[in-house]
């Protein structure tokens, strides 16, 4: 089993850029993907991105590629999320998960990850 504690949310001017953490406990978080999901108010949980075990590689949601970037540091039990050019659309509560299935593609649905941290609020003004 993993815990995860996000950090990193706040609020920013649209244009500004964020760095999401998520350190996770125990001894095997190399074994896990893990992911990034968010909610806005009145709204699904969305898919954000996810990163492989090894970090090699990354999936992206459309409405956020090429502005944020998720990466891991398995030696530090965390993974982060680079946001950059913060837009409004992008305020929601942030959740960092981690799942333990091996197989398949890309896990982009939040029935996928076992694991999820409480959240941080990300607000972004314009």
């Known amino acids: 089993q993993v815990q995860l504690v996000e950090s990193g949310g706040g609020s920013v001017q649209a244009g500004s850029s964020l760095r999401l953490s998520c350190a996770a406990s125990g001894r095997t978080f190399s074994q896990y993907v893990m992911g990034w999901f968010r909610q806005a108010p009145g709204k699904e949980r969305e898919f954000v991105a996810t990163?492989?075990?090894?970090?090699?590689?990354?999936y992206y949601a459309g409405s956020v590629k090429g502005r944020f970037t998720i990466s891991r540091d398995n030696a530090k039990n965390t993974v982060y999320l680079k946001m950059t050019s913060l837009q409004p659309e992008d305020t929601a509560v942030y959740y960092c998960?981690?799942?333990?299935?091996?197989?398949?593609?890309?896990?982009?649905?939040?029935?996928?990850?076992?694991?999820w941290g409480q959240g941080t609020q990300v607000t972004v003004s314009s």
């Open positions: 990163v492989s075990r090894s970090g090699g590689m990354t």
């Open positions: 998960a981690a799942s333990r299935i091996y197989g398949g593609s890309y896990y982009i649905a939040p029935s996928q990850y076992q694991y």
